[in-house]
C-alpha cells in the first residue's frame, strides 16, 4: 500500500535551533515530493519540488533533500516566523497521477 | 507565480442549506482542479477531481450528490455541499496544477461550518 509517513508529528525548537524533519514514503511509479508550508487557516503554501534521489534544493533557512525512501526538510538557524506545519506530499503514477499527502509536522520556534 | 483565488474564506450555513464555493486559477489555465477536505490537526484528504468541460472524479466513500463540482470553464470550479449538515463542517481547500514547477498551487481555504 502507497504509504507517506511525516515524523515528528510535532518539534519545538528554540530560535536558532537547526533541526529538520522527516518523510518517508513507500510508493511505486514516484513522479516527484512536494513540500508545503500551511500556516494555521489557510492553504498549503508551495516550497519545493523533488524529482530524483541526491537532489537538493534551497530557499533560505530551509533545504530539502531526497533518497530512494525519504525526504529531510532541514531547518537552519530557524526564526519564530517560521512555525507552522510541514506537509509531505508524494506524487506517484498510477494510472494517471497521484497526490498522497503526509500528516504533517508541526513546527513551533519560540524566540 | 500562479496563484489559485477560494471564495469565500469563511462561511456560516443553516443546516439542510447549500453552500457553494469558488476556486479560480488567477493568470494561468487549470484544465484540472483538486478538491480537499482537512480536518483539524489532519492532513488533506483528496475529495474530488475536477475535470474542465467533464465530470469530476470522486474520491472513494465521498458522495457525488452532496458534494457537486462543476468546473465550466478552464479558471473555474465550483463545489456546492448540498443539504449541509453539522458533520460537513471542515476546512475545504482547492488546488491547481501549476505546470511551471509540477507542484501544486493551493487557494487559502474555505472554513464551513453548518449550525
Known amino acids: 500500500e502507497d504509504q507517506v509517513t511525516q515524523s515528528p508529528e510535532a518539534l519545538r525548537l528554540q530560535e536558532g535551533e537547526s533541526s529538520s524533519l522527516n518523510c518517508s514514503y513507500t510508493?511505486?511509479?514516484?513522479?516527484?515530493l512536494f513540500w508545503y508550508r500551511q500556516d494555521p487557516g489557510k492553504g498549503p503554501e508551495f516550497l519545493f519540488t523533488?524529482?530524483?534521489a541526491g537532489e537538493e534544493k534551497e530557499k533560505e533557512r530551509l533545504k530539502a533533500t531526497l533518497t530512494k525512501k525519504e525526504s529531510f526538510l532541514h531547518i537552519t538557524a530557524p526564526k519564530p516566523e517560521d512555525s507552522a506545519t510541514y506537509l509531505c506530499a508524494v506524487q506517484i503514477l498510477t494510472g494517471g497521477f497521484k497526490t498522497i499527502f503526509g500528516a504533517g509536522t508541526r513546527l513551533f520556534v519560540k524566540a | 507565480g500562479a496563484v489559485v483565488s477560494q471564495h469565500p474564506s469563511r462561511v456560516i450555513c443553516k443546516s439542510g442549506t447549500s453552500v457553494k464555493i469558488e476556486c479560480r486559477s488567477l493568470d494561468f489555465q487549470a484544465t484540472t482542479m483538486f478538491w480537499y477536505r482537512q480536518f483539524p490537526k489532519q492532513s488533506l484528504m483528496l475529495m474530488a477531481t475536477?475535470?474542465?468541460?467533464?465530470?469530476?472524479?470522486?474520491e472513494q466513500g465521498v458522495e457525488k450528490d452532496k458534494f457537486l463540482i462543476n468546473h465550466a470553464s478552464l479558471t473555474l470550479s465550483t463545489l456546492t455541499v448540498t443539504s449541509a449538515h453539522p458533520e460537513d463542517s471542515s476546512f475545504y481547500i482547492c488546488?491547481?496544477?501549476?505546470?511551471?514547477?509540477?507542484?501544486?498551487?493551493f487557494g487559502s481555504g474555505t472554513r464551513l461550518t453548518v449550525v
Open positions: 510508493v511505486s511509479g514516484l513522479r516527484g
Open positions: 488546488s491547481a496544477e501549476d505546470r511551471a514547477s509540477y507542484g501544486y498551487t
Open positions: 523533488l524529482y530524483s
Open positions: 475536477s475535470n474542465e468541460g467533464s465530470k469530476a472524479t470522486y
